[in-house]
């Protein structure tokens, strides 16, 4: 079983829907989570962090599940400029620190 | 500005030749990775480092080398012995780990073709 797993999709959806995307993780030590944008050909960029109280950022939501080990990000009112690949990050720290990626979820938002 | 800088964003190499991306950042992060991305593929981590004079391997170190003489510093070999090198190389870096919650920054990227 990979350390993190995502729905590679395309989710595709029209502008203005509401989408939400998962990701699971295996190793329960795990202590910070991030969701991170990846437009085509360009470099990740932090999109929000995910707290285990949930958190909110607009038209972006991030919640965390310790206990099912996955977190989730809802896109409400989606815009055509959301389309991108929506990447988990598992953080572990420690002595060995250690940051994994999901395999990513692509969205196309379209008119 | 504070950030990451990789070079060079382009780079052609020949078959059996190594050759070395260059990473450098300014905000005196401790911890920097390297990691490979191939068309429609999420990241794999290459070489990590958590301090100055100190790293580990990824999980696909085979035919990559690193250095981390400087802090500032944290540049990837790409050797002969790695078969397959074509792809879109990241290197990232992050306040001190032993803090979970620092978020990761990441350089534009660096573009390998083997020609």
């Known amino acids: 079983r990979k350390e993190v797993e995502q729905d590679p999709g395309p989710f595709n959806v029209p502008e203005g829907a509401t989408v939400a995307f998962n990701c699971t993780y295996s190793?329960?030590?795990?202590?910070?989570f991030f969701w991170y944008r990846q437009d085509c050909r360009k470099e990740p960029k932090l999109l929000m962090s995910?707290?285990?109280s949930g958190n909110e950022d607009g038209r972006f939501t991030a919640q965390l599940n310790r206990a099912s080990q996955y977190i989730s990000l809802l896109i409400r009112d989606s815009k055509l400029s959301d389309s991108a690949t929506y990447l988990c990050?598992?953080?572990?720290?420690?002595?060995?620190?250690?940051?994994?990626f999901g395999t990513g979820t692509r969205l196309q938002v379209t008119l | 500005d504070g950030g990451i800088t990789q070079s060079p964003k382009y780079l052609f190499r020949k078959e059996g030749q190594n050759v070395t991306l260059s990473c450098e950042q300014n905000?005196?992060?401790?911890?920097m990775y390297w990691y490979r991305q191939d068309p429609g593929q999420g990241l794999r981590l290459i070489y990590y480092?958590?301090?100055?004079?100190?790293?580990q391997k990824g999980d696909i170190a085979e035919g990559y080398s690193v250095s981390r003489e400087k802090k500032e510093s944290f540049p990837l070999t790409v050797t002969s012995a790695q078969k397959n090198p074509t792809a879109f190389y990241l290197c990232?870096?992050?306040?001190?780990?032993?803090?979970?919650?620092?978020?990761?920054?990441f350089g534009e990227g660096s573009w390998l073709t083997v020609v």
């Open positions: 990232a870096s992050r306040d001190s780990p032993a803090y979970s919650g620092n978020t990761i920054y």
């Open positions: 190793n329960s030590a795990s202590q910070s």
């Open positions: 995910v707290y285990s």
């Open positions: 990050v598992v953080v572990r720290d420690g002595t060995a620190s250690k940051l994994t």
């Open positions: 905000l005196n992060h401790d911890a």
């Open positions: 480092s958590q301090i100055v004079n100190d790293f």
